[in-house]
Structure formats: C-alpha cells, structure tokens
C-alpha cells in the first residue's frame, strides 16, 4: 500500500466539504423555524459538530472501524491511537488520519440532521446529552455493521455507497421517535407556524448541494472514475428532485415554492446517496424523480395527523434514505463498480432482499434505541422546555441572546401568524393558558 499524493488531496478537500455541509444544514434548518428560535436552531447544529469530532476521536471511529466482531469494532483505535500516517485497509493509498477525519465529518452531521424534527421545544443541554450518546450506541454500531470490516450488513452485501442507510435511515427514524416522545409544540396546528427566513433556507440548500459532493463524490476514497460517477450522479438526482417537486407542488397548490425547491434538492441528494457509485446516470434520474414523489407524498401524510415532526426530517431523510437504499438492489450494476454487485435490473433479484433486510433492522434498532435514550435523558434532566420558554422562543431561554431585536406584537410570539376563520386574532393569554383554537386554520411551513 503506497500513499497517493492525488487521493490524499481529494480526499482532505472532501472532508473540507462534507463539513461545509454543517452550516449548511443550520441554515436551512434555522430559516424554516421561526425567528424566536433561529440561535437555538443554528447552535444545534453548531454543537452537533464540535461534539461529534470529540466522541468519534474518543470511541466513535474505534467502534465503527477497528477490528471486532460482527455487531462492533473494538477499542485498538479509542483517542486515535494507532491512527497513522500510514494507510488502512478501507483505503490503500490516504493516511489513515485523513480516513479517520473524513468519517467524522458523517459522524458530526448525522446527529445534527435529528434536530430537525425536535426543535422548538427540546432543551438545549438534553439535546446536547442525547446525540452524544445517539452517536456511541446509534451511529457508530450501525456504521460498523455497514461499512466495517467484519460488519454483518456488509458481509450479507449490502451496499451503502456514502451513507443512505448509516446517516438518513437512521437520523430519520430517531427524528421520528424523538418527535413522537416530545410530543406536539404547544401552538403546534393552532397557528400557522410558517419560515421566517426563506433565503436562509435557499443558501442552506445550496450549501448542502455543493458539500454533497464531497459526502458522495467523496465515498470513492479516491481520486477516479468512481469518484466522477459519483459526482454526476448526485448533481442530476438532486436537480431532477428539485424540479419533481416543484411540478408535484404546482400540482397540489398552483404554485412552485422556494422552500419546495430546497426541499426537492436535499430529498433528490439522499435518495441517491447510497447508490450514486453504483448506478448508470439515467438511473440517478430516476432514482431521484421516484424519491421526491415518494417523500411528497409522505409529507402530505404527515401533514394530516397530529405528529409534530417539526422539519418533517423523517419524511425528506428518513423515507429518502430508505427509498435510496431500496432502489440501489434495483438499478446497481457492477458493470459501473466492479465492486458493487448487480441488482434486480440485472438479474439479482438478492440484492433488493438484501437491501430491504439492511434497512429493515437498521429501522427496528434506531426506534429501540433511539427510545430508549429518550427516556434515559427524561430521568436524568428536563427534557422539554416549558410553555413560557416556547412562547417566548428558545433562543432568549437557552442562550440569552436573540437573532432580531423586534419589540411588536408579532415579534414577541415569534413571528408565529394567529389566523382565525372570522378574522379575530387569538390573545397570547389564551395561548399561554393552552386553550385550543379549534377555529385556527393551520398551515404547513412547506418541507
């Protein structure tokens, strides 16, 4: 094994990016809130990555990557130790420290994506406690079952080109769980929670796109053809996303959204993250037309029931990532990636099997575990802030700061816009005495 100075360079730019995609995610996710709780959104974010980087150089990469059994690695890596400059097995020609660096950056964003779906109303420090322990028990096992040498998803073969099943299934259905446990905010279907920052919510996208290259592009662990497959497969799932999304809204509604072409972008990005070093072009394209549809349609559904997800993460990264995976069994070819394998298009039925198996198990052991913590953080601490702390908004109660400084009416309940059918506003007070307004006609926030 000979370091390439080449695959050591792309390899380092596309740790760079994967970062990047940080802010990103805190953009998009901080202009979809609203504008009470715009720092709080941002410094989940914000805290997603600094605690990520710390856990996986203490156990996280020992765990998804040193050798150990089929269920999980052990701890010959814990702090870094034995991580080198010389190269590893999962990538023969890249330190093993640029290895190391760039999976932490999947390992910092994927929390983060949870975040998502419970903010407005978990406290900031039971957050904090409860990704910390997500990424030891949730994200770094199930990375090692996946990608790991030894891993019993990865044995089966199951493929998971940059993390369909690692990062979206999971941080999807923990946002689903996390969602349901918390519970609904207390205005949530009785006020028009709408974005207060649309163009935050465009450049977060775009950041994401751009990062994506890395996260996918990236997963080559080399500078080659792979790699280039990868990037042009990801640019056309995400643009042919975007515009099935738009045509699905003009559909529904009569009119293409902002927040729906952003919304359209990141569902196009994870549906083909698992098979974008896998699969021809055409087939992103498909790959990402069917996740939008599928995720809009989840959406719709979700929109109907009372379950506050409250940036509907499981429907965009959840269902996505799901999509994705089930897709990969169905156009992978190894005719593009000798080292994949040939799916159902191909004549191996086996490969959706295995897929449909991987996803399903990743599913059950994320809700089990994702549950399981919840209610661990709920005995050692509150957990959920209190009715004065949403109202007033999370960013003045858990960080003494604000993002605006507004003084109107409308400003102080946090840009929230109290709709009633015959045109009288209810009063803060009645909010505050969490009286339902039956009369409120509530409406989706657009992702």
């Given at each position: 094994?000979?370091?390439?100075?080449?695959?050591?360079?792309?390899?380092?730019?596309?740790?760079?990016?994967?970062?990047?995609?940080?802010?990103?995610?805190?953009?998009?996710?901080?202009?979809?809130?609203?504008?009470?709780?715009?720092l709080n959104t941002l410094m989940m974010t914000c805290v997603a990555i600094?605690?990520?980087?710390?856990?996986?150089?203490?156990?996280?990469?020992?765990?998804?990557?040193?050798?150990?059994?089929?269920?999980?690695?052990?701890?010959?890596?814990?702090?870094?130790?034995?991580?080198?400059?010389?190269?590893?097995?999962?990538?023969?020609?890249?330190?093993?420290?640029?290895?190391?660096?760039?999976?932490?950056?999947?390992?910092?964003?994927?929390?983060?994506?949870?975040?998502?779906?419970?903010?407005?109303?978990?406290?900031?420090?039971?957050?904090?406690?409860?990704?910390?322990?997500?990424?030891?028990?949730?994200?770094?096992?199930?990375?090692?079952?996946?990608?790991?040498?030894?891993?019993?998803?990865?044995?089966?073969?199951?493929?998971?080109?940059?993390?369909?099943?690692?990062?979206?299934?999971?941080?999807?259905?923990?946002?689903?769980?996390?969602?349901?446990?918390?519970?609904?905010?207390?205005?949530?279907?009785?006020?028009?929670?709408?974005?207060?920052?649309?163009?935050?919510?465009?450049?977060?996208?775009?950041?994401?796109?751009?990062?994506?290259?890395?996260?996918?592009?990236?997963?080559?662990?080399?500078?080659?053809?792979?790699?280039?497959?990868?990037?042009?497969?990801?640019?056309?799932?995400?643009?042919?996303?975007?515009?099935?999304?738009?045509?699905?809204?003009?559909?529904?509604s009569g009119k293409p959204t902002a927040v729906g072409a952003a919304t359209?972008?990141?569902?196009?990005?994870?549906?083909?993250?698992?098979?974008?070093?896998?699969?021809?072009?055409?087939?992103?394209?498909?790959?990402?037309?069917?996740?939008?549809?599928?995720?809009?349609?989840?959406?719709?559904?979700?929109?109907?029931?009372?379950?506050?997800?409250?940036?509907?993460?499981?429907?965009?990264?959840?269902?996505?990532?799901?999509?994705?995976?089930?897709?990969?069994?169905?156009?992978?070819?190894?005719?593009?990636?000798?080292?994949?394998?040939?799916?159902?298009?191909?004549?191996?039925?086996?490969?959706?099997?295995?897929?449909?198996?991987?996803?399903?198990?990743?599913?059950?052991?994320?809700?089990?575990?994702?549950?399981?913590?919840?209610?661990?953080?709920?005995?050692?601490?509150?957990?959920?802030?209190?009715?004065?702390?949403?109202?007033?908004?999370?960013?003045?109660?858990?960080?003494?700061?604000?993002?605006?400084?507004?003084?109107?009416?409308?400003?102080?309940?946090?840009?929230?816009?109290?709709?009633?059918?015959?045109?009288?506003?209810?009063?803060?007070?009645?909010?505050?005495?969490?009286?339902?307004?039956?009369?409120?006609?509530?409406?989706?926030?657009?992702?």
């Open positions: 094994m000979q370091i390439s100075a080449g695959d050591t360079a792309w390899m380092l730019t596309s740790a760079a990016l994967v970062f990047l995609m940080s802010p990103g995610l805190a953009f998009f996710y901080a202009g979809l809130v609203r504008r009470k709780n715009a600094s605690t990520g980087a710390l856990i996986w150089m203490l156990l996280g990469y020992s765990l998804a990557f040193a050798p150990g059994n089929a269920l999980l690695g052990g701890l010959t890596y814990a702090l870094f130790n034995n991580v080198g400059t010389a190269p590893v097995a999962y990538a023969s020609t890249i330190p093993a420290l640029v290895f190391a660096l760039y999976q932490g950056m999947f390992a910092s964003i994927t929390p983060a994506i949870i975040s998502g779906a419970i903010v407005e109303r978990m406290k900031f420090t039971a957050y904090l406690l409860f990704l910390s322990l997500w990424s030891l028990v949730v994200y770094a096992p199930v990375a090692h079952w996946v990608w790991g040498e030894g891993g019993w998803i990865r044995n089966l073969g199951a493929l998971d080109f940059a993390g369909g099943t690692v990062v979206h299934v999971t941080a999807g259905i923990a946002a689903l769980v996390c969602a349901w446990l918390l519970g609904a905010r207390h205005d949530h279907r009785r006020a028009a929670l709408v974005p207060h920052n649309v163009p935050f919510v465009l450049l977060g996208s775009g950041l994401l796109w751009f990062g994506w290259f890395g996260f996918n592009a990236g997963s080559a662990l080399a500078a080659n053809g792979v790699a280039a497959l990868a990037a042009i497969n990801t640019n056309i799932a995400a643009a042919a996303a975007m515009l099935t999304w738009l045509v699905l809204e003009s559909i529904r359209g972008t990141v569902v196009g990005l994870v549906g083909v993250t698992p098979a974008a070093g896998f699969v021809y072009p055409w087939a992103a394209l498909i790959i990402g037309i069917l996740t939008a549809m599928v995720s809009f349609s989840v959406l719709q559904l979700r929109s109907k029931t009372a379950l506050d997800d409250t940036l509907d993460v499981f429907a965009c990264h959840g269902v996505g990532g799901m999509c994705g995976a089930l897709l990969t069994g169905v156009f992978a070819a190894k005719a593009v990636n000798a080292a994949g394998a040939d799916g159902l298009l191909y004549g191996n039925p086996a490969l959706l099997g295995v897929q449909a198996l991987a996803v399903s198990t990743t599913v059950v052991y994320t809700a089990i575990l994702s549950a399981v913590l919840v209610a661990f953080v709920r005995l050692v601490m509150p957990i959920r802030a209190g009715l004065k702390e949403e109202l007033e908004g999370l960013d003045r109660h858990a960080h003494g700061e604000e993002a605006y400084h507004d003084t109107s009416a409308i400003g102080s309940l946090g840009g929230a816009v109290l709709v009633r059918l015959d045109g009288v506003k209810p009063t803060a007070e009645r909010m505050i005495a969490g009286k339902r307004n039956d009369e409120l006609e509530p409406i989706a926030s657009g992702q």
